[in-house]
């Protein structure tokens, strides 16, 4: 089991920055593969970011160059810079686990964090 708790959202304006952390409770969290994803308002969740226990990370191609994607396995956290921020960043913002290799799937994910606000004015 893996608990996953969000925070760092909040409203910055066009071409800000933001840093978003998860904790993960749970003593296998290294095993996890870790993702992002996002819902704005009357859209499906979306995948933004995903790293591997390994490092490895991979990218929407809408965040790429922007987004920085990371994670701590000593101190059980997921952490996702945003820098150069736009208004269509506005979404929620989730963190997520699987123990499958990381996907753009959603449906892959087996534990979810209650997200966490990001807003982004113009």
């Known amino acids: 089991q893996v608990q996953l708790v969000e925070s760092g959202g909040g409203l910055v304006q066009a071409g800000g920055s933001l840093r978003l952390s998860c904790a993960a409770s749970?003593?296998?969290?290294?095993?996890?593969?870790m993702a992002w994803f996002r819902q704005a308002p009357g859209k499906e969740r979306e995948y933004v970011a995903g790293?591997?226990?390994?490092?490895?990370?991979n990218y929407v191609d809408s965040v790429k160059g922007r987004f920085t994607i990371s994670r701590d396995n000593t101190k059980n956290t997921l952490t996702l810079q945003m820098n150069s921020l736009k208004p269509e960043d506005t979404a929620i913002y989730y963190c997520?686990?699987?123990?499958?290799?990381?996907?753009?799937?959603?449906?892959?994910?087996?534990?979810w964090g209650q997200g966490t606000q990001v807003t982004v004015s113009s």
């Open positions: 997520a686990a699987t123990q499958r290799r990381v996907t753009q799937l959603k449906d892959e994910y087996d534990y």
């Open positions: 790293i591997r226990w390994s490092g490895y990370t």
């Open positions: 749970g003593r296998t969290f290294s095993s996890y593969s």
